[in-house]
């Protein structure tokens, strides 16, 4: 069973620039969420994707944005990189079911905005 | 809305103590509850859950008992190893329909085992 993998790893981007990651999801899972973790925080929810449309969004703005294609992966999109945006970004995939089956977490890529 | 919290870090043991994290939530519906585990350079890992009231989680040797009355889910280990350092999270999850899963997390608590 292939996992979630995310790529790049690092990623050193100015301020006011574009930047996407990229996550591929684990194999049989049909829905992908992105978060945001700070340093010596907890994830925070971006958004969620699934049939290749966005069905949850939290508290981030629209210059957040994303794409899921076909084979289930995903793109996350920053644009007007701000110093805030400095984190570790992390994409989770899951099965659309009922049963509140948990997420599967990739290693996850460290944005540093300078 | 939905909310998560945990007892501050960081913690320090030494190895083969009692480990407690508390863990306490809010929610409006009925919530799953996780614990996952996060290594250094790493992403989150699921360690246990428990889909409904006086459901026990467990997963090497880790556990938790979801609590509805005083809407707890504390990780407990009875002997604790080097090998345990690491960040912990606790979250619950609520189910929104066709609407997936709403996730939220706790603020982590750091653990450091020594020998």
Redesign the interface.
Known sequence: ETG?T?SPTHLIKTRGQQVTLRCSSQSGHN?V?W?QQAL??????IF?Y?REEE??RGNFPPRFSGLQFPNYSSELNVNALELDDSALY?C?S?R?T???????????TRLTVT | GDSVTQMEGPVTLSEEAFLTINCTYTATGYPSLFWYVQYPGEGLQLLLKATKADDKGSNKGFEATYRKETTSFHLEKGSVQVSDSAVYFCALSDHRGNYGQNFVFGPGTRLSVLP
């Open positions: 979630v995310q829905t969420s978060y010596g925080q907890g994830p925070q929810f969620q699934y069905n949850g992390l989770a899951s659309m009922g049963d509140n089956s948990p997420l599967h977490f990739g290693n996850g």
